[in-house]
């Protein structure tokens, strides 16, 4: 069975830092591209961040480029995103998601697997 599991999530202060994991199973890790996305309260899912299948292209939504990381180990089968200076508004849940093709695209319907998130809570 294919199983995305998140972890890193939590709560942490304004201008903080977290390091999200995206651990994998059942499926071929490095003929996915990989993306994070996020949904706040009330809001409906925004794609974050993405990389392909070999690590080597990255993608960021504008406004988080300078602020988030994305890498992958295609030996543990994992996807990671390194967040910092942290602020209210990325309060939300973090999904990580695999697409059966190696290229990154900014649409969540686009993704076949899905994680069940985490929760990162920026509050002081």
């Known amino acids: 069975d294919v199983e995305l599991v998140e972890s890193g999530g939590g ?16 499926f071929i890790f490095g003929h996915y591209a990989m993306s994070w996305v996020r949904q706040a309260p009330g809001n409906g899912l ?3 961040s993405g990389i392909d299948e070999t690590g080597t292209i ?5 406004t988080l480029k ?15 995103l390194q967040m910092n200076t942290l602020k209210p508004e990325d309060t939300a849940v973090y999904y990580c998601a695999a697409r059966r093709f ?6 969540p319907s686009e993704y076949d697997y899905w994680g069940q998130g985490t929760q990162v809570t920026v509050s002081s």
């Open 66 to 80: 300078d602020h988030f990381t994305i890498s992958r180990d295609n030996a543990k089968n994992t996807v990671y």
């Open 46 to 48: 925004e794609w974050v």
């Open 102 to 107: 190696p290229v990154v695209v900014d649409l």
């Open 11 to 26: 709560l942490v202060q304004p201008g903080g830092s977290l390091r999200l994991s995206c651990t994998t199973s059942g």
């Open 58 to 62: 990255t993608s960021y939504t504008h």
